[in-house]
């Protein structure tokens, strides 16, 4: 059911895509924009790992730097028919993980300090579990194409406002450009939050499998959550929805927010997981 949803999320977003793309200047207009986000997230498709690790300040470690942590990493990866990823280490008191890297072959799993300290094994075998699904289930291609099209659905909206926003018969409507501008992007960003949100489902599901139990990461789900409410990671927003939970929890909403929020609720989590039959 997770990848019915995602689809239609991303027949949504390209739904809307075609729509300012039509409104703004046709299907040239929409190719234009779409080859501009497209030229910008295919750098940071190349490059995501390296920019990733130096925004959360993460070191690269090797099995000697880090043998306990390694060696379960390998002992899961090769469950999951995965190579080797390589492995960083975040210093930061906040219990946290992400992966990152354009292919399994440029894999790179991080945690923190903080998790390595604060977690049992069983637990860290459980968020180990869910980045290597998110390696599996090549989520960062997935990423890639919905910050792209969200890209293009913004760049439009900005060409709405400027050249206006135009009818069939080619008559020009400022307001209606404005409108553009300032809707289509955010309900982009709806629409790519909510595609975010169903990945971290279908990891977690796919993480207990490669774990072989769910207790593991729905009890690491949820001391996770409770430390991240009060130790906030600095990081960027854009890319705090690599984190297994919200690093910026501590500064973030609820309400209308959650629309915007790259995770969904932990609680839904932890009962998804609970209902899982291994």
Known sequence: MSNVKVFVLLA????????????????????????????????????????VLRAYGAQVVTAAEAPALYAMTDRLRQRAGLPMPTLAIVPSDQPNAFATGRDPEHAVVAVTTGLLRGMTETELEGVIAHELAHIANRDML????????????????????????????????????????LVAPIAASILQFAISRQREFKAD??????????????????????????????????????????????????????????????????????????
Do not use: W
């Not at 072989?212 to 906030?232: I, P, S, V, Y």
């Open 12 to 51: 949504a977003l390209t739904a809307l895509l075609g729509a300012i793309g039509g409104a703004v200047g046709g299907a040239s207009g929409m190719v234009m924009a779409l080859v501009l986000a497209g030229g910008m997230n295919v750098f940071m498709y190349y490059n995501s790992a390296k920019m």
């Open 142 to 181: 997935l990423q890639t194409i919905t910050a792209t099209l969200a890209g293009a659905i913004a760049n439009l909206g900005q060409l709405a406002f400027f050249f206006g926003a135009r009818d069939e018969d080619g008559e020009s409507h400022p307001v209606a450009g404005l409108l553009a501008m």
């Open 205 to 278: 599901a796919v993480g207990a499998r490669i774990a072989g139990r769910t207790d593991g990461l729905a009890n690491a789900l949820a001391r996770l959550d409770a430390m991240a409410q009060r130790t906030a990671l600095p990081v960027s927003p854009s890319m705090a929805a690599l984190a297994i939970v919200n690093p910026l929890a501590a500064f973030s909403g609820r309400g209308m927010l959650s629309l915007f929020s790259t995770h969904p609720s932990t609680e839904e989590r932890i009962a998804r997981l609970q209902a899982l039959r291994l």
